[in-house]
């Protein structure tokens, strides 16, 4: 199933031209719109008509980059295992706990999402991308998996890497070492290369978010992020294809309310949020900053050192209503589904939370081999507007 979502209110041409404007220095949330929960699945509004909402726009100078709802793919980098692959998993139930019976193993990872460059022209704006460190090359060569399975089935598959990308010296972008390494672009300076072409070609757009999730497994271990060459090496890679002035950084963020620029201002931006997973990679990316002095590219999910939370994330939906736990003005991220399970009411749950970013594996239909994804009337951002 798709999930339907109408927007209440008028809505601006999401690419169309507009000037910036520099974002107000303080607001307080009081003094935000009120955000309308939208029904989802193919309901209708009932109440006002648009035109009565006609603040509710893109190009309304008092809306901000946290007055938008995105629709987030999450591995967005991602190519299923291949069927020999899942098929020996799900034999030798691979990984298989009380918490995670096979089958949901089997579907956590059974998905395929378009290239960066398709996703950025169907309209989505927020892809999380996993990173591992492999500064000179060659750490990462096949999956685990390839020496527990008979020689000549894994002859028989596709190459993992024909362009040889994992032998080269840099970050690579996968999900998961063991079985789960086809990726549309191994290299994350190649992932950070598409986005960045296409933001060249498209000055106007939405501001797009890249949430990075720092991988930590036997072959990149969690005491790697606390060698500040890391975060040395990571911030070069966005500065190999993206400048200063293409980015949204943390000192762009009103700290003393946590205020997000204005949507008009953040037009053709590009953002960088560090989730808080594994061994502390927010304290140690905040270490290096303070140790190096270095100006800070990646959003943070709490407060560290001389460095401000400006987003969280709360992976289940049904925690999302503001609560003292949340500083008001943070960005919000949830899952609208989870480890492969296809959930309808989670998804629509999440849709008509606050959260700014939803995360899918589900984009389209066929992505899982299953009639299910997630969108917002087929599109992948609207506004959260008020209803008055």
């Known amino acids: 199933m798709r999930l339907n979502c109408k927007e209440r209110g008028r809505m601006a041409n999401p690419e169309r031209n507009s000037a910036f404007g520099a974002p107000r220095a303080k607001q307080s949330r009081s003094a935000w719109p009120n955000v309308f929960l939208i029904p989802c699945v193919g309901l209708m509004l009932a109440g006002a008509a648009p035109d009565e909402n006609v603040q509710c726009r893109e190009d309304n100078p008092d809306m901000r980059v946290s007055d938008m709802q995105y629709v987030t793919t999450h591995n967005a980098f991602h190519i299923a295992p291949d069927d020999a692959v899942l098929s020996f998993v799900r034999r030798t139930r691979r990984g298989e706990s009380v918490n995670r019976p096979i089958e949901r193993i089997v579907s956590a990872h059974d998905y395929t999402h378009p290239t960066l460059a398709q996703q950025l022209a169907m309209g989505v704006r927020a892809f999380e991308i996993d990173v591992h460190d492999d500064p000179t090359g060659g750490r990462f060569s096949q999956p685990n998996i390839y020496s527990a399975m008979p020689r000549n089935v894994v002859d028989a ?22 079985f789960d390494m086809r990726s549309t672009c191994l290299l994350f300076r190649n992932c950070l290369k598409e986005i960045a072409n296409w933001h060249r070609a498209n000055p106007q757009h939405l501001p797009i978010f890249i949430l990075l999730e720092m991988k930590q497994d036997a072959k990149t271990t969690s005491s790697s992020l606390g060698d500040n060459t890391v975060w040395r090496r990571i911030q070069e890679e966005i500065l190999g294809e993206f400048v200063q002035s293409d980015l949204i950084n943390p000192s762009d963020i009103a700290h003393d309310s946590a205020l997000w620029p204005t949507l008009v201002w953040a037009r053709g931006k590009v953002t960088f949020l560090l989730f808080d997973y594994g061994d502390r990679p927010v304290e140690r990316y905040a270490e290096y900053i303070s140790a190096s002095g270095d100006h800070a590219l990646l959003h943070i999910e709490k407060d560290v050192g001389g460095l401000r939370a400006t987003w969280q994330s709360r992976n289940d939906p049904a925690t999302m209503g503001r609560s003292p736990a949340i500083k008001p003005g943070l960005l919000l991220y949830t899952k609208g589904d989870t480890t492969g399970v296809q959930d309808s009411t989670r998804a629509k749950t999440a849709l008509a939370s606050q959260a700014n970013f939803v995360a899918t594996d589900f984009l389209t239909s066929n992505a899982s081999r299953t009639d299910y994804s997630l969108s917002i009337n087929g599109k992948y951002t609207r506004l959260i507007c008020d209803q008055r």
Request: a negative charge; hydrophobic letters at 30%.
């Open 157 to 178: 598959l596709p190459p993992i890497d024909p362009s040889n990308d994992l032998a080269k010296p840099g970050f690579k972008t996968f999900h998961e070492a063991d």
